[in-house]
């Protein structure tokens, strides 16, 4: 039987009607932030400003390109985080992107003061069987992962 988690999520309203679902987690040992449930994103992202340590993965293991919705690609590099959680989900040697996130955080800090750490994206999702409980503002997340 699956064991289901159940993570808190915030409804953030960044203009009228432009929603973005948050959720807390923490890097490492003590690094807190807030994460955008970022269904749309293939990869689990974090800012490359955010985090202090982590292993790079070399090129030759992992080569990945990142687009937004806009032109262009985004310089992106893989790394193995030591630790990741969210909720009472806790990940040992978690591989996620690293990019520049200023300009999303700039747009944060505009509409409602604040700052996020990464965007939750749908590799992950799937892997923990993400179900998005809109009326009840939960991420349900099954500790038994898919693949």
Same mark, same amino acid.
């Given at each position: 039987?699956?064991?289901?988690?159940?993570?808190?999520?915030?409804?953030?309203?960044?203009?009228?009607?432009?929603?973005?679902?948050?959720?807390?987690?923490?890097?490492? !040992?003590?690094?807190?932030?807030?994460?955008? #449930? =970022?269904?749309?994103?293939?990869? %689990?992202?974090?800012? *490359?400003? &955010?985090?202090?340590?982590?292993?790079?993965?070399?090129?030759?293991?992992?080569?990945?390109?990142?687009?937004?919705?806009?032109?262009? !690609?985004?310089?992106?590099?893989?790394?193995? #985080? =030591?630790?990741?959680?969210?909720? %009472?989900?806790?990940? *040992?040697? &978690?591989?996620?992107?690293?990019?520049?996130?200023?300009?999303?955080?700039?747009?944060?800090?505009?509409?409602?003061?604040?700052?996020?750490?990464?965007?939750?994206?749908?590799?992950?999702?799937?892997?923990?069987?993400?179900?998005?409980?809109?009326?009840?503002?939960?991420?349900?997340?099954?500790?038994?992962?898919?693949?």
């Amino acid at each position: 039987m699956k064991k289901m988690i159940e993570i808190p999520i915030e409804v953030v309203e960044l203009e009228e009607n432009s929603f973005h679902l948050l959720i807390e987690c923490k890097i490492n !040992s003590d690094q807190k932030g807030e994460m955008v #449930i =970022d269904t749309g994103a293939s990869k %689990t992202v974090l800012d *490359n400003n &955010f985090v202090d340590d982590y292993q790079k993965i070399e090129k030759e293991e992992s080569e990945v390109k990142s687009r937004g919705l806009g032109a262009g !690609s985004i310089e992106t590099e893989m790394a193995k #985080i =030591d630790r990741f959680k969210v909720g %009472t989900l806790c990940i *040992n040697q &978690f591989s996620c992107a690293l990019i520049d996130l200023s300009g999303i955080n700039e747009m944060y800090r505009q509409y409602c003061n604040r700052e996020i750490c990464g965007l939750l994206g749908s590799d992950f999702l799937l892997k923990y069987n993400g179900i998005i409980d809109y009326s009840r503002r939960v991420l349900q997340l099954s500790t038994d992962r898919v693949g």
